[in-house]
């Protein structure tokens, strides 16, 4: 019956004859650097982006614990560093945002004028530790731990299983069960978030957005080095 429903209600559409898991080209990047002056805003609002893997890279699970340990969380690295050390930031966080033929890892802040040039100093020297220095054992396992959780979690209720194999079908062509998401994640090394750490925070692909009462504030390229 839903089935046959279903068909009724859709039958007027084309089917697709591309191939879910073709690749697709990654449209071209070009990143800048926007400084937005506004002076009713109290807060600076901070977005700072790079491009990362789309949605069905093989090594999508290494790109989110990345994610998680640089700015997922309470106990990430910018929010214990820029936040609890230095109090710089009430809000501060990094997201993965997968596409079909891309993707980004964007980390965003909201913080005082006066500020700004130390948050930005700080988060650069985060993501330069990542390129540099291994993170350890204890780390990544709790970055595993956490991104577990957060994905059993979110399949709780009928209608969060149902988008996301829907959202498998689309990109995948098939279905991925949770037995399998987490021998995934489990497989991920330290060594695979070292690499792509340094492949991902590169200077000359970041875009930075700086919206708020920035006054004479400049930020030239080399302001990004990390």
Same mark, same amino acid.
């Given at each position: 019956? @839903? ?6 209600? @859709? ?17 071209? +990047? ?12 109290? =807060?600076?609002? @901070? ?16 790109? &989110?614990?990345?994610? $998680? ?10 929010? =214990?560093?820029?936040? !609890?050390?230095? *109090?710089?930031?009430?809000?501060? &966080?990094? !997201? ?6 891309? *993707? ?5 802040? *909201?913080?005082? +004028? ?5 948050? #930005?100093?700080?988060?650069?020297? !985060? ?8 993170? %350890? ?8 731990? =956490? ?9 709780? %209720?009928?209608?969060?299983?149902? $988008?996301?194999?829907?959202?498998? =079908?689309?990109?995948?062509?098939? @279905?991925?069960? +949770? ?24 200077? !000359? ?6 919206? *708020?009462?920035?006054? $004479? ?6 302001? #990004?080095?990390?």
């Amino acid at each position: 019956m @839903f089935v046959a429903q279903v068909e009724k209600e @859709f039958r007027s559409l084309a089917a697709s004859s591309a191939e879910v898991t073709s690749k697709i080209a990654a449209p071209r +990047v070009t990143p800048h650097i926007t400084l937005k002056r506004k002076k009713s805003l109290e =807060q600076v609002q @901070f977005c700072l982006g790079v491009p990362a893997p789309p949605v069905n890279d093989a090594r999508r699970y290494g790109v &989110y614990l990345l994610n $998680t340990m640089l700015g997922g969380g309470m106990s990430s690295r910018l929010f =214990q560093t820029i936040r !609890e050390d230095q *109090g710089l930031a009430y809000s501060i &966080y990094s !997201e993965m945002n997968p596409f079909r033929d891309t *993707g980004s890892i964007c980390i965003y802040a *909201g913080t005082s +004028v006066d500020k700004t040039q130390k948050v #930005l100093q700080l988060t650069l020297k !985060e993501l330069r530790r990542l390129k540099e220095e291994a993170v %350890s054992d204890v780390e990544l396992k709790r970055a595993k731990d =956490q991104l577990k959780s957060n994905m059993v979690i979110g399949l709780e %209720s009928s209608g969060s299983r149902m $988008t996301n194999l829907a959202r498998q =079908q689309m990109y995948f062509g098939r @279905f991925f069960g +949770v037995d399998e998401m987490m021998e995934e994640i489990d497989a991920v090394t330290t060594a695979n978030v070292q690499e792509l750490a340094r492949e991902l925070f590169q200077p !000359e692909t970041m875009a930075l957005t700086l919206l *708020g009462n920035l006054g $004479t504030m400049k930020v030239e390229r080399g302001d #990004l080095a990390c």
